[in-house]
């Protein structure tokens, strides 16, 4: 699995489907639901083309960052983590849990980002246009409810919960489609960086500005109506 984009076997664009479908994964062979597969008929499940995820960890606890944009390009740079796929909901939420616990925030970090990563490994691929919430913006929410230790039995942080999320995905929609896994992440950061110290009194650091150097790997990417996008077209 050594393409970036697109189909992780081949590199050939993917087709979605409308419903989900029995499918054999072409790295495991194991039989599950899915929604999408490349033109050639390859179909790659979330286990197998999240497996980048383990990697995670390691960087976030070496990282002392207190910009959860940086860590999170810094992971996105990590071997196994693609261009696009549901690692990225797991990546979203550990660099905001990284950069609140550099900050100062109250938090058992690794007892944590293993509780992002069980939690965001359950969103699945593709729920940004087949649930109408994006991967990115739920990450938020969870790394918030982490924080706050928030249960469905919770009162006010439930609240605070379910609105970083919706923040979060009214920016993320504010830009339009299509997906894109990179430009949605620092969106969801952006604004959850503001939200966490209106909410929880812990200032992080956000970047000046954004200048995303994953596009050329995105064979979707929207050019100029990317706030993020240094390219010209």
């Known amino acids: 699995m050594d393409h970036n984009s697109g189909c992780v076997i081949c590199g050939s664009p ?25 033109v050639n008929g390859h179909y790659v499940c979330d286990r197998c083309h999240g497996s980048g995820v383990t990697t995670m960890k390691a960087a976030c606890l070496a990282s002392s960052s207190r910009d959860p944009v940086d860590i999170a390009i810094r992971l996105m740079e990590l071997p196994g983590i693609h261009m696009h796929g549901p690692e990225n909901h797991v990546l ?35 729920v940004c246009g087949m649930w109408g919430c994006c991967g990115a913006a739920i990450s938020c929410g969870i790394a918030y409810s982490i924080i706050t ?8 942080s439930w609240g605070m919960s379910n ?47 954004i200048v995303c150097r994953f596009s050329p790997g995105n064979q979707q990417c929207i050019g100029v109506r990317c706030p993020y996008s240094g390219r010209g077209d």
Not at 14 to 38: D, I, K, P, S
Not at 100 to 125: H, T, V, W
Not at 149 to 156: A, D, F, H, I
């Open 149 to 156: 230790r928030t249960t469905p039995l919770s009162v006010e």
């Open 14 to 38: 993917l087709v979605y489907h409308g419903e989900v479908r029995m499918m054999t994964c072409a790295v495991c062979g194991a039989e599950c639901m899915g929604t999408a597969e490349c």
């Open 92 to 126: 979203v939420g550990s660099a905001l849990l990284t950069a609140y616990f550099n900050a100062g925030g109250d938090l058992d970090l690794p007892s944590a980002l293993d509780e992002m990563s069980r939690r965001g490994s359950q969103i699945p691929g593709g």
């Open 163 to 209: 609105l970083i999320t919706s923040r979060c995905l009214e920016r993320i929609a504010s830009i339009g489609g299509p997906r894109c896994c990179k430009r949605d992440a620092f969106a969801s950061l952006t604004v959850a960086c503001g939200f966490v110290e209106e909410a929880l009194g812990v200032s992080l650091e956000v970047p000046e500005s």
